[in-house]
C-alpha cells in the first residue's frame, strides 16, 4: 500500500485511505454544492421557454402556449457518465510503388524495427486520426508482376492489332440496302475499309502499365498503419421521461466532477446504478483495448441534468 504520506495535501478533495488500502477521491461534496447551485424554475421561466420554442416552429400556433396555467413543476435529476479512451493501434501491410531508380532503403541497411518502436507524432488528444508511414530498412526492389517487368501490356480492346471492326458496318465496308438506298454505300465511318483505329489504345495495340507506369519494376515496402480512436462509453441514469435518449446524449448538462489520465470507477455514489456503469465501463475498455492497442490516456465526465416535468391546464 501507498502511504499516505507521500500525498501532497489537497484540501478537501484529499486521497483518504479506505479499509481495503485503497486509495478513493471524495467527490460527493462537490456533488451537493451543485445542486444547491442548480437555479430553481418558476412558472414564469417555464412559460417563456415554452413560448420560445413554440416561436421557433413555423407552423405552432402560440395560443394554447399562452394561455395554459401551470399547477405544478416536478423536478427530476439525471446524471449521465461518459468515459472516453484514446488508444493507438498499430498494424502493417505490404504496399508497392514503380521503382525509379531511386536510394533502396533495404535490409543491407540494417533491421526493420518493431511496430511498437517506430516514434510517431502523436495527434491531438480524443480526435480520431488515422496515418500511414514505411517501416525503416524494409524496401525491396521487384519485378513488375502486373506486366511482367514489360512496362506495357496488350490491349485488351483490340488485342493488340491497334484496329478493330467499324461498328457502324460491322466489317462489311459498305452500308446495307435500304427502301430509301436503292445500292450499297460505302461506309463513312471506316472509309471502306471495314476497320478502324481501336480508341482504347489509339492504335498502338499495347498500353503502360498501370501498375508501375511503364517503369518495369515496383519498390515493394512495409507499410505501418497507425489508427487514433477515441472509444466512448456512455451511460444516462434511469429517467420515467419517455425522452428520446438521442436528444439526450447531445444535451449539455451541469458537469459535477471529471477525471482524466488512469481512471477508477466512481465508489460509493449516491446512485448504485452510476457506481456500477463506472466500474463495467471501465472493466470493457480495458478488456477490448488492451489486447490489441496501447490506450494513450482515459478521460470521464460526470454531468447532471435537471428536468422539469409540467402539469397544467387550460
Given at each position: 500500500t501507498t502511504p499516505s504520506d507521500l500525498f501532497e495535501p489537497l484540501g478537501h478533495f484529499e486521497w483518504l485511505p479506505r479499509n481495503n488500502g485503497e486509495y478513493v477521491l471524495p467527490l460527493w461534496p462537490s456533488l451537493f454544492c451543485s445542486l444547491d447551485m442548480i437555479p430553481r424554475m418558476t412558472d414564469d421561466?417555464?412559460?417563456?421557454?415554452?413560448?420560445?420554442?413554440?416561436?421557433?416552429?413555423?407552423?405552432?400556433?402560440?395560443?394554447?402556449?399562452?394561455?395554459?396555467?401551470?399547477?405544478?413543476?416536478?423536478?427530476?435529476?439525471?446524471?449521465?457518465?461518459?468515459?472516453?479512451?484514446?488508444?493507438?493501434?498499430?498494424?502493417?501491410?505490404?504496399?508497392?510503388?514503380?521503382?525509379?531508380?531511386?536510394?533502396?532503403?533495404?535490409?543491407?541497411?540494417?533491421?526493420s524495427p518493431h511496430p511498437w518502436d517506430i516514434k510517431v507524432q502523436v495527434p491531438h488528444m480524443f480526435q480520431d486520426d488515422t496515418k500511414k508511414f514505411r517501416v525503416p530498412h524494409s524496401s525491396i526492389v521487384k519485378e513488375c508482376h502486373k506486366c511482367h517487368g514489360r512496362g506495357r501490356y496488350k490491349c485488351s480492346g483490340c488485342h493488340g492489332a491497334g484496329r478493330m471492326r467499324c461498328a457502324s458496318c460491322h466489317g462489311a465496308r459498305h452500308k446495307a440496302k435500304t427502301k430509301y438506298l436503292k445500292y450499297q454505300k460505302q461506309c463513312q465511318m471506316c472509309s471502306g475499309t471495314g476497320r478502324k483505329r481501336c480508341s482504347t489504345c489509339s492504335g498502338r495495340g499495347n498500353k503502360t502499365c498501370t501498375t508501375c507506369q511503364g517503369e518495369k519494376r515496383l519498390l515493394h515496402f512495409l507499410q505501418l498503419i497507425i489508427i487514433w480512436y477515441d472509444n466512448v462509453h456512455e451511460f444516462i441514469s434511469e429517467n420515467h421521461l419517455n425522452f428520446p435518449r438521442e436528444l439526450l446524449s447531445k444535451a449539455i448538462g451541469e458537469n459535477i466532477f471529471k477525471d482524466e489520465n488512469t481512471v477508477h470507477p466512481l465508489v460509493d455514489f449516491p446512485h448504485p446504478e452510476i457506481s456500477s456503469a463506472s466500474q463495467r465501463a471501465i472493466e470493457d475498455h480495458s478488456a477490448t483495448l488492451r489486447s490489441t492497442s496501447c490506450i494513450l490516456q482515459q478521460v470521464y465526465y460526470m454531468d447532471m441534468f435537471n428536468f422539469y416535468i409540467s402539469f397544467n391546464k387550460y
Open positions: 421561466v417555464a412559460k417563456k421557454a415554452l413560448l420560445s420554442f413554440v416561436s421557433s416552429k413555423c407552423c405552432y400556433g402560440n395560443r394554447a402556449a399562452g394561455e395554459l396555467v401551470i399547477q405544478e413543476l416536478k423536478p427530476q435529476i439525471l446524471y449521465r457518465y461518459r468515459l472516453e479512451t484514446f488508444n493507438e493501434t498499430r498494424l502493417c501491410e505490404w504496399n508497392f510503388e514503380p521503382y525509379t531508380n531511386a536510394l533502396v532503403d533495404g535490409p543491407q541497411n540494417g533491421a
